[in-house]
Each structure stands twice: as structure tokens, then as C-alpha cells.
């Protein structure tokens, strides 16, 4: 079994930035960060392959969020800038056993229990 374990989350202004981290209980595979804001099903936001040479972007953070890895750590990251009211939403932290990143949920075999972002305008 793999634990997941999002920091970083909170409250911010509109145009601020906001660093999440995942931390890993070993190392594993793909991985991403999705979002859930209320009453609105869970989005893909991000996703890193294993060695970081690969990563993917939800269309409506492309430019602004960063996504990044140290498997020396075991620790993942989402850089976000520009954030928008928009972006407000619980993010989780996701792991897969392939080492490839993918932008399917189901396609992810653990998960984290998610951190809350909250942008103000």
C-alpha cells in the first residue's frame, strides 16, 4: 500500500501562487494531482511521468501550473501561479503503478485525501 499525504493548500488572492507537495510513503510510478470543486466532478489538473520527462496539463491551468518531482524524496509538487477564484477546489494527490502519467482518474491506484485551495477575489 501507497500513502499519499497533500501540504501546501489554504487561502490566497486572486493572481497569487501557491506551492502543494505530496509526500509518498515509497516510491511509485506515474503521477498527478487532480482537483474537486463543489458540486462539480473531479478534474485532472496534472500528471508527471516517472522520471519527469513527460508531463501533462489540464487545458485550463496550461501555462500557470507547473508540476514536479523528486523521487530522491519522494515528493511531488503543483506549482500554481495566476491563480483565479476558479481554482478553488480540493486537490488530490495521485499515484499509479505504470510509469507513464495519464489524465484518467481511473486509471490511478492510490490517492490521496485531498488539501483545500481557496482563491479570493
Known amino acids: 500500500q501507497v500513502q499519499l499525504v497533500e501540504s501546501g493548500g489554504g487561502l490566497v488572492q486572486a493572481g497569487a501562487s501557491l506551492r502543494l507537495s505530496c509526500a509518498t510513503s515509497?516510491?511509485?510510478?506515474?503521477m498527478g494531482w487532480f482537483r474537486q470543486a463543489p458540486n462539480k466532478e473531479r478534474e485532472f489538473v496534472a500528471g508527471?511521468?516517472?522520471?519527469?520527462?513527460?508531463?501533462i496539463y489540464g487545458d485550463s491551468v496550461e501555462g500557470r501550473f507547473n508540476i514536479s518531482r523528486d523521487n530522491d524524496k519522494n515528493m511531488m509538487y503543483l506549482q500554481m501561479a495566476s491563480l483565479r477564484p476558479d481554482d478553488t477546489a480540493v486537490y488530490f494527490c495521485?499515484?499509479?503503478?505504470?510509469?507513464?502519467?495519464?489524465?484518467?482518474?481511473?486509471?490511478?491506484?492510490?490517492w490521496g485525501q485531498g488539501i483545500q485551495v481557496t482563491v479570493s477575489s
Open positions: 495521485a499515484a499509479r503503478r505504470g510509469s507513464h502519467t495519464s489524465p484518467r482518474a481511473d486509471e490511478y491506484d492510490y
Open positions: 515509497r516510491r511509485i510510478y506515474g
Open positions: 508527471i511521468s516517472w522520471s519527469g520527462a513527460t508531463t
